[in-house]
């Protein structure tokens, strides 16, 4: 195994230990999203879209700056986008025989940064689309995660009876739970074109597409170090078809593009002649090769075409239906997770890398398709359905890279409100069937549901106190109705704060979200019971 | 002959046989009491929640009377709520660590602590001390099962508004099942004891609240009855049950029987709930129980020793 193959595979495997933490462990003892915030393209597009920089983006601008020595090596030793694609394209599957591209295509990757800029400039963030790290988390996150979970369970139900005539309880009910996840088809669509794509025309992202790639290219013109080719050369043009990223001009075939190298050493080793190097030393001048930039023209109709679409975004023409009033737009609004920063700037910062959806432990974060317009495409929205909200948990908070969601304190957490619980009488058990009921009371963690008992009713009736109402849909999840339940929770009164307290916001307003369960396990002896007048549940 | 008629011997037959069985019944034949020291219908001991777990169990006759050797058993606690014990919505972890070991020394075979729980399985079997108790004695023998694969299709053929439900594997496959409820109130069937706790070894639940809960809770016990009931009454939610919190009362006491019924008439009887005295028909599901068959709450005819550990 080559030398670059093993840094490639350490990085893989390190990427997915790290996603695997973000996924099982609930603390900041792994640095979860360092990959991700090693991405030059993902950093720069937050940045500029959400007019903020964190010290947590330094990763990014390491890799720019390593660019400046040593060339693309991000691309051909780090990028876990770059190794999966290769690893693929190492199944054959399309015959030896790989075929060359026009290498004016190389310049799309730049047209792409220049539409990503023209995004940036009025605050919203395409980055999504084409951030290699953003993009391979999702991949690995949101789309090969639940599928080996799928494939761990089934192997647990093979062993499980085996389990059971041993006496090994613990295995016998050890579960491993399977996620699910919507817009995986679209993940693996986009996913299963880059594979054929990459077996026809080896890196085609890492050369066509990849932005990232781009502003790596950008920062490589002229490496330190960088490759040298002898006197001994030949001029076989063995390099020239080996090169997987067409870097090496076929005219001139000691010319190499340098923006377009990525230091993967492929010519050094299928040399006959050992006529090629990359020393460590400054060479002499070489001849300077043809450049694959796009125009300026070009570049800048990327950029109003980056700019048009977000245009369109923000005048609501992305979206699937027409909402809010004149002049304003207003998607349906989502419930987003806990403390999401306001909606304009929670998607300027959202990359969509799926991090938090993966981690979510209810699984009741979901990736959104069109609901929220091509703008809020992929951003995670909470569903009661799926799973509530514990409010005692912040990991999509804890794993978030670019801090769309805020990372709060215990305390503070439990009074963040992400929407709040409505009861539809009409198809509540209780209010409606006069059955008795009440799982919406038994379940909530805070003190927002009440029952008291109606004229004419038997049976006691759930109430919704919205002062105490947290939205964290315990009730929903667990409503008996199906399939819509009678118990919604509702994005209404969301608090959503860019900056400042939870728990002061929440006061100012008049809310109580203290827990039901008094933290310390406090005796509460002396309470009066909630009842009213009757003992619910008795005749 | 067709499948669905008696034959006239066997019609004798049974007619003999109930009349043997009458004759024999205590109190017909036999003496009331055999002797002072006549098996209790219902065990009632004050006391630390260990000790007095272990004394109801002796005043029944002793853990032989319910588990033989290499009987596989599953103790039923109440673990729903990621709360301590003080909260008193989860049985005692000192009674249910009591009555593993009391299987144990009885050489059960298996010995299975199971509940559906409602809250997250890990912080349930974490914060109730359930599963650091039982472990204790027996290893990995506190689980939470909720995966749909752990539960089987029972008919329920006695049913009046379920005609099924799906039932813990493991309590199907076991020799005997023993309840160990907490007492609480409930917002829906106003007590939580051993009849609705049954309930945690279902895994479609919220149909039992669509169908009428008390009837639903009834039908289940028809075919999920425990063969010990033993109630954890050291700490009683007597308001805010199922999950609390509301007022919990020093009970200080458990409550055992081999009927279910009579175990949860009692509990009910014994303590003020939301401050108020209540009778055990003033429970719909224990008088439809009484009614049906399944168990007595007429307490008063019943036959209970108390004593202080």
């Known amino acids: ?539 | 002959m067709g499948k669905n008629t008696l034959s006239r011997r066997d019609f004798l037959k049974y007619q003999l046989a109930g009349a043997v069985g009458a004759a024999l019944a205590p109190g017909l034949i036999l003496p009331k009491d055999l002797s002072a020291q006549a098996v209790p219908d219902l065990a009632v001991v004050e006391g630390g929640p260990g000790p007095a777990t272990r004394a109801t169990v002796d005043l029944l006759g002793g853990i032989r009377q319910f588990v033989k050797p290499g009987q596989k058993v599953v103790i039923k606690p109440n673990m729903s709520f990621s709360t301590p014990p003080e909260r008193a919505s989860n049985t005692h972890p000192e009674v249910v660590r009591e009555l593993v070991i009391l299987c144990k020394e009885a050489g059960a075979s298996s010995v299975l602590v199971l509940d559906h729980t409602l809250h997250r399985a890990e912080s349930c079997l974490e914060n109730s001390g359930i599963r650091a108790a039982g472990n204790a004695v027996i290893k990995n023998c506190v689980q939470a099962v909720s995966d749909p694969d752990l539960f089987s299709e029972v008919k329920i053929p006695k049913g009046k508004k379920l005609a099924s439900t799906d039932i813990m594997k493991a309590v199907l496959n076991s020799d005997v099942l023993i309840a160990v409820p907490v007492a609480k109130s409930h917002s829906s069937t106003g007590v939580s004891l051993s009849m609705k706790g049954m309930m945690g070894l279902v895994h479609d639940r919220g149909t039992f609240h669509f169908r009428d809960i008390h009837t639903c809770v009834v039908d289940l016990c028809t075919v999920l009855k425990a063969n010990l009931t033993v109630i954890d009454a050291t700490r009683v939610l007597t308001s805010g049950g199922p999950g609390g919190p509301g007022k919990v009362l020093k009970g200080n006491m458990v409550i055992a029987s081999r009927d279910m019924v009579a175990a949860d008439a009692f509990t009910v009887s014994n303590f003020e709930w939301y401050d108020q005295k209540f009778k055990p028909p003033q429970v719909a599901h224990i008088r439809q129980a009484h009614e049906r068959g399944l168990g007595r709450m007429d307490i008063e005819n019943l036959k209970i020793k108390k004593i202080t550990v």
Request: hydrophobic share 45%; charged share 20%; aromatic share 10%.
């Open chain 1, 1 to 539: 195994m080559s030398f670059r193959l093993t840094v490639q595979l350490i990085n893989l495997f390190l990427f997915l230990f790290l996603l695997g933490a973000a996924i099982s462990i609930g603390s900041t003892a792994f640095p979860v999203d360092l990959y991700l915030r090693m991405d030059p393209a993902l950093v720069l597009f937050t940045v500029l879209s959400a007019r903020v920089f964190l010290l947590a983006f330094i990763p990014s601008l390491i890799v720019l700056a390593a660019a400046l020595i040593l060339g693309r090596v991000f691309c051909s030793h780090f990028c876990p986008m770059g190794t999966t694609l290769e690893l693929i394209g190492k199944v054959r599957l399309w015959g030896k025989k790989r075929k060359g591209l026009p290498t004016y295509l190389s310049r799309i990757k730049y047209l792409l940064l220049g539409f990503l800029l023209g995004g940036s400039f009025l605050g919203v963030s395409w980055v999504f689309i084409a951030s290699p790290l953003s993009l391979i988390t999702r991949f690995y996150g949101i789309f090969i995660y639940p599928l080996l979970s799928l494939a761990g369970e089934s192997g647990l139900t093979v062993i499980r009876p085996l389990a059971e005539k041993i006496g090994w309880t613990g295995l016998v009910y050890s579960r491993i739970a399977v996620p699910v996840f919507s817009t995986q088809l679209f993940i693996l669509s986009f996913f299963f074109a880059l594979f054929i794509l990459e077996g026809f025309f080896p890196r085609f992202w890492c050369r066509i597409l990849c932005p990232a790639g781009a502003m790596l290219a950008l920062f490589s013109r002229r490496p330190l170090i960088r490759r040298k080719v002898a006197g001994s050369c030949t001029d076989c043009g063995k390099c020239v078809r080996a090169c997987p990223m067409s870097a090496i001009e076929s005219e001139s075939i000691k010319t190499i593009r340098f923006p377009e190298c990525i230091v993967c050493s492929t010519c050094e080793k299928i040399c006959p002649e050992k006529a090629i190097s990359f020393p460590g030393t400054r060479v002499e001048k070489e001849p300077k090769a043809q450049n694959l930039y796009p125009e300026r023209r070009q570049f800048l109709l990327a950029g109003a075409a980056g700019a048009l679409t977000a245009v369109s975004g923000l005048t609501g023409l992305d979206g699937p239906k027409a909402t809010g009033k004149v002049g304003k737009i207003d998607h349906d609004p989502m419930l987003r997770p806990p403390a999401a920063l306001p909606e304009a700037e929670f998607l300027a910062r959202c990359v969509r890398c799926g991090e938090c959806l993966a981690a979510c432990p209810t699984n009741t974060l979901q990736p959104v398709w069109f609901e929220s317009g091509v703008m809020g495409l992929f951003s995670p929205k909470l569903t009661p359905r799926i799973g509530y909200c514990d409010p005692h948990c912040h990991q999509c908070a804890l794993v978030c890279p670019t801090g769309a969601i805020a990372f709060l304190s215990a305390e503070e957490r439990l009074w963040v409100k992400t929407g709040t619980a409505v009861i539809y009488k009409e198809k509540c058990l209780a209010w409606e069937q006069k059955k008795g009921c009440m799982v919406c009371d038994e379940v909530c963690p805070y003190k927002a549901v009440e029952f008291r008992f109606q004229e004419g009713n038997p049976v006691p009736v759930p109430e919704v106190h919205e002062e105490r109402c947290s939205g964290c849909g315990y009730c929903e999840h667990f409503c008996p109705v199906k399939p819509e339940k009678a118990i919604i929770i509702s994005p209404n009164g969301a608090i959503r704060l860019a900056k400042g307290s939870y728990i002061e916001a929440a006061k100012k307003l008049g809310l109580d979200l203290s827990l039901k369960q008094a933290s310390q396990g406090v005796l509460p002896s002396d309470t009066k019971p909630l009842s009213p007048s009757r003992a619910p549940g008795f005749d």
